[in-house]
C-alpha cells in the first residue's frame, strides 16, 4: 500500500517578504496554554529552556507583539495575542485536516490502483468523525486498503445508491427523531439490496465556553439576543439533528443568530466555540471534551455505514468489516467520550434497524 500524508503548514511575519515557518512557535505556544509553563512546555516538546525562550523572544522581536507572559515562579501564560495563534491552529487543523485526509486517501486509491489493476480499492464516503477515524488507523495498520472520502452523511448514501462507493457514512438519532431523520436516508436504502454495519452510539450535545459563563440551559437559549451559534453545513447528519430539535422548540432559523455561519466538522464547531468566535454549537461529546468545552446532552444516536449486500459486494468489504468486529476496535471505539461500541460491528438489515 502507498502511504500519503498532507498537512498545513503556516508561514508567519508582518511583511510577505520575511514569512518564517511558524511550526516550532505554533506547537511551543500551544503547549504553554496547555502547561501554563513554558519551562514545562519546553520539556514536552524535547526544548531546552533557553532556545524555547529564544524562539518566543525572536519571533516577539518580528511580530512586534508580546506573546508569553511569564508570571512568578515557573508561570507563564498566552498574551491575547498569543492565544489567537493558538487557536487559529486549531481552528485551521480542525478545518482542513479531513479535507486533507480525504485527498490523501484518493491519492493513495490512484497510486495503488497502478499496481493493483485486478483488484479495485473499496471506496468508503462518511462523514469526518472520531470513531471513522479510528476506523482509518486500524485499517491502515492492519494493511487493508481503502479509499476513504470525506462527505456529509446525505452525500455518502447518495453516492453508494448511484454506485460511487461501496461504504456510505450516516448517522440517526435515537427516540423520537429517529423516524423523521431516517426518512432523509432511506429513499437510498434498499431493503434487500443493502445492509447496515454498526459503527458506534454517540452522544450529540450543546458546546458552551468551559464553565458555561452565558448559563445556557438548552435549546430555547438559542433565541437569546446576542447569543452567537455555529451551525454544521446543509445535508449534514446533525444538521438534520438541528433543524429537528429547533422545530419541537418551534425556533426558526431566522430568530438564531448565526444559523448560517457553517463549519464542516465537529471538532471545527468545538473550535470555532473555543476560540470565542461563537457562543454554542452542536456536535459531539467528544469534540467538546477535546477543546475543553461545556457540554449539554440532547441525545443518543446510532452512527452505520450503509454496504451493498450482494454476495461480490460482500466478498470485496471482509476485511473492513472484519476490522470493524474486532475487539482492538470496539476498544478504541469505546474509549472516546460519549462513544458506546457495544453493538460495534454488528450487521443489520434496513427492516431490522429502521422497522422499513
Not at 486517501?105 to 462518511?126: C, F, K, M, W, Y
Not at 458552551?208 to 433565541?223: E, F, K, M, Q, Y
Not at 468545538?270 to 446532552?297: E, H, K, N
Request: charged content about 20%; aromatic content about 6%; proline content about 5%.
Amino acid at each position: 500500500m502507498w502511504h500519503v500524508h498532507l498537512s498545513a503548514h503556516w508561514r508567519l511575519g508582518r511583511e510577505p517578504d520575511e514569512l518564517q515557518d511558524a511550526g516550532p512557535l505554533l506547537a511551543l505556544l500551544s503547549a504553554v496554554h496547555a502547561t501554563g509553563s513554558l519551562a514545562q512546555a519546553a520539556r514536552e516538546l524535547g526544548l531546552s529552556y533557553r532556545h524555547a525562550w529564544g524562539l518566543v523572544a525572536q519571533t516577539e522581536a518580528r511580530l512586534q507583539q508580546p506573546l508569553v507572559q511569564r508570571g512568578r515562579g515557573q508561570g507563564s501564560s498566552l498574551t491575547a495575542v498569543g492565544q489567537r495563534l493558538v487557536w487559529a491552529d486549531q481552528r485551521v487543523s480542525a478545518r482542513l485536516q479531513p479535507l486533507l485526509q480525504s485527498l490523501a486517501s484518493e491519492v493513495e486509491g490512484e497510486l495503488d490502483r497502478t499496481q493493483r489493476r485486478d483488484r479495485a480499492v473499496p471506496r468508503l464516503h462518511a462523514s469526518h468523525g472520531f470513531a471513522v477515524e479510528r476506523l482509518r488507523e486500524h485499517l491502515a495498520t492492519r494493511q487493508v486498503p481503502v479509499e476513504l472520502r470525506y462527505r456529509n452523511s446525505l452525500e455518502a448514501v447518495a453516492a453508494l445508491a448511484q454506485g460511487d462507493c461501496e461504504l456510505a457514512g450516516f448517522h440517526v438519532p435515537l427516540g423520537e427523531f429517529e423516524t423523521a431523520a431516517a426518512q432523509r436516508f432511506l429513499p437510498w436504502l434498499r431493503e434487500g439490496s443493502h445492509q447496515l454495519v454498526q459503527l458506534a452510539v454517540r452522544t450529540q450535545g450543546i458546546f458552551v465556553a468551559t464553565g458555561n459563563p452565558l448559563g445556557i440551559r438548552g435549546l430555547p437559549d438559542l433565541r437569546r439576543r446576542g447569543l452567537r451559534f455555529v451551525n454544521r453545513p446543509e445535508g449534514s447528519g446533525t444538521r438534520v439533528l438541528t433543524d429537528l430539535l429547533l422545530q419541537r422548540h418551534g425556533i426558526a432559523p431566522r430568530q438564531v443568530a448565526g444559523y448560517d455561519d457553517t463549519e464542516l466538522t465537529h471538532a471545527a464547531v468545538a473550535a470555532y466555540v473555543a476560540s470565542g468566535m461563537a457562543d454554542v454549537g452542536i456536535g459531539v461529546q467528544t469534540a467538546a471534551a477535546r477543546f475543553g468545552l461545556g457540554f449539554i446532552p440532547l441525545l443518543r444516536e446510532r452512527y452505520f455505514f450503509a454496504l451493498p449486500a450482494d454476495p461480490a459486494h460482500q466478498r470485496m468489504l471482509k476485511p473492513i468489516v472484519s476490522v470493524l468486529q474486532s475487539a482492538a476496535l470496539r476498544s478504541q471505539v469505546a474509549s472516546l467520550p460519549g462513544y458506546e461500541a457495544a453493538d460495534t460491528g454488528r450487521l443489520l438489515t434496513i427492516g431490522e434497524a429502521f422497522g422499513a
